[in-house]
């Protein structure tokens, strides 16, 4: 009587498993659509808000080094030994800045169009990422 009581509570255990096994998984594929197109977006709009950013970055920069090398040829004429010097030490400071924001430009660039063009690859590979 013990074990027929145990048995009936096992299968009902079993019994209510497998049905919310099942309607979480009707859940998940009625869910994956929606969720596909928020990742699809997201990517898009994280992507090109970045990329904005990061030209902008980059333009800023370069801009910058330009106004302060006119300055100092203003202010010091272009024959003297430190414009040029300075010119040098600008360069070389604002270049690798403005090679790491056009890099990352491109980066960004590269997703926005796999998301636009290649939808399917880009979730693909973003769920493999999530399992790794």
Do not use: H
């Amino acid at each position: 009587m013990k074990e027929n009581k145990l048995e009936t509570q096992l299968s009902e255990l079993l019994t209510d498993i497998t049905s919310t096994a099942g309607d979480a998984k009707a859940f998940i594929l009625s869910e994956l659509p929606d969720v596909a197109r928020e990742i699809l977006a997201y990517a898009i709009i994280y992507n090109s808000v970045f990329a904005v950013i990061n030209i902008s970055l980059c333009i800023l920069i370069i801009w910058g080094i330009i106004k302060a090398v006119k300055l100092m040829v203003k202010k010091f004429g272009m024959d003297q030994p430190m414009v040029y010097f300075s010119f040098f030490i600008l360069t070389l400071i604002g270049l690798l800045p403005s090679l790491v924001c056009l890099v990352n430009f491109f980066v960004n660039i590269e997703i926005i169009i796999k998301v636009s063009i290649a939808p399917k690859l880009y979730l693909i590979e973003y769920a493999r990422d999530l399992l790794k």
